[in-house]
């Protein structure tokens, strides 16, 4: 009797554990990406167009990419990804972006990123280790605007469409050569060591941690900028 007293209290603080070890860097990192994504959405003129917004399947969000202190014009970044599963977003995956250069547009020593996964092929791709963007998954420069539509042969045919904001200025941007993947240590930080990335995204039972409601409220959200086309799924 005892045993059965005690056992769900021992369960459930063990259940507990799996976010308790999330850092205050992980909890910034969400943060930021949800200030980028709400403040992209809302930029009527300049912004990411809704219908391709609602059209994708995952969403990655690298938050001021920076140029890197250990190569000479290299650029490195941590940020976050979640895929769309009929009425809701996945838990948000930690990754993180590296290429040798891309210029950090007009000297900018820092960027925004916005990856637009569009179909189910690019989102499975994304859940391997050291994806090359542009040899191992398409990727092109995301079209501006409240009109913008994926108008040129490679933005149709593309798996990602990328997005930057620099300085004040947003636009596409062509990411080919970056090495995308999962953060392994802070998804294990944050989920503990028993999920894997393609648990997280895929919508296997993995609660999303207290501190992403506010990133998941940015991705739920329709921009101020629509015309009441409610996302796909919902």
């Not at 007293?5 to 992980?26: D, K, N, Q, V, Y």
């Not at 990856?115 to 040899?135: F, P, T, Y």
């Not at 990602?160 to 294990?188: C, E, M």
Request: net charge neutral; hydrophobic share 45%.
């Amino acid at each position: 009797m005892r045993v059965r007293t005690w056992t769900p209290l021992i369960w459930a603080l063990c259940a507990g554990t799996a976010f308790a070890a999330i850092s205050t860097a992980e909890m910034n990192r969400l943060r930021d990406s949800a200030n980028v994504v709400r403040e992209l959405r809302d930029m009527p003129e300049k912004g990411i167009p809704e219908d391709l917004w609602n059209r994708a399947d995952c969403v990655v969000v690298i938050p001021s990419m920076k140029k890197a202190a250990f190569g000479i014009g290299g650029e490195y970044g941590r940020g976050v990804m979640s895929c769309r599963h009929a009425n809701a977003w996945s838990a948000p995956l930690f990754m993180t972006l590296a290429k040798g250069t891309w210029g950090l547009q007009i000297g900018a020593e820092q960027v925004d990123l916005v990856l637009l996964v569009m179909n189910e092929r690019g989102a499975e791709k994304m859940l391997q280790d050291n994806i090359s963007l542009g040899a191992d998954v398409s990727v092109a420069a995301g079209p501006v605007g409240r009109s913008g539509t994926a108008s040129t042969d490679a933005q149709f045919s593309a798996e990602i469409l990328s997005y930057s904001r620099a300085a004040g200025v947003f636009a596409g941007i062509d990411l080919s050569g970056g090495v995308l993947k999962p953060d392994k240590d802070s998804n294990t930080d944050v989920y503990g060591p028993g999920h894997v990335a393609r648990d997280i995204v895929m919508g296997q039972g993995v609660a999303v941690p207290a501190a992403a409601n506010d990133f998941m409220r940015s991705l739920s959200s329709e921009a101020r900028a629509t015309t009441g086309k409610r996302p796909r799924g919902n």
